[in-house]
């Protein structure tokens, strides 16, 4: 029975975890809800221009260590 509950006592601890969080959440407001948008869109395009800009000094780097005929 010990090894049963060494796999059962995890699994309802987890349990009662996750139904707490559930309860806690709530659905964001407009105001709320813009704010997370449009900075989450701000991220994408930074790291955009961040792998523009990398790929675009790399390019001229590999062409010269690589070598072009």
Not at 2 to 20: C, E, G, M, T
Not at 40 to 69: D, E, R, Y
């Amino acid at each position: 029975m010990d090894a049963l509950d060494s796999v059962v006592d995890p699994l309802r601890d987890f349990a009662k975890d996750s139904v707490r969080l559930v309860k806690r959440c709530h659905k964001p407001d407009r105001k709320e809800f813009t704010k997370v948008a449009f900075r989450t869109a701000i991220g994408f395009v930074v790291m955009g221009f961040v792998g523009f800009f990398v790929k675009l000094i790399f390019i001229p780097i590999n062409n010269i260590i690589v070598g072009s005929t």
